[in-house]
């Protein structure tokens, strides 16, 4: 009788572990997000380059992420967003991860407004291309 209880409930042990573990993902990657977003802010605000803070963030978060990096006269934001799946037993979608973060730009920093850059998505890896064989007859 024992072995049939055990037999029912690990299944569902199981699937509760991993989606305990997928939540605890999740929060590790909204830590990541946020932290990334603050420092690109941060850096915006004292002046850097646009294109060196989104190279900055691009490191520190998930593969895959939407980076939005974009700094006015009075202030500078970035905005990260990312999705992260579910284990495929749980049969849940995706969550979407969002971070941002708004710091005031500093008065020594580039005080014309920068248009906000284009969100920068996921690049798919490239196949390489088959070379032709050439084939010289003498």
């Known amino acids: 009788m024992v072995t049939a209880e055990i037999a029912l409930t690990l299944p569902a042990l199981v699937l509760v572990t991993a989606i305990c573990l997928w939540g605890v993902s ?3 990657v909204h830590l990541a997000c946020t932290d990334a977003a603050r420092s690109g802010a941060r850096a915006a605000a004292r002046g850097e380059s646009l294109s060196a803070v989104r190279a900055a963030v691009a490191e520190a978060v998930p593969n895959g992420a939407t980076i939005t990096v974009h700094r006015d006269a009075e ?9 992260i799946r579910a284990p495929a037993a749980a049969g849940l979608p995706p969550l979407t991860v969002h971070a941002q973060a708004i710091a005031a730009t500093e008065p020594g920093a580039d005080p014309a407004p920068s248009p ?17 064989m050439s084939s010289e007859r003498r």
């Open 75 to 83: 202030t500078s934001r970035v905005e990260i967003t990312t999705r």
């Open 116 to 132: 906000p850059q284009q969100p920068q998505q996921p690049q798919q890896p490239q196949q390489p291309q088959p070379q032709p």
């Open 26 to 28: 999740v929060a590790s």
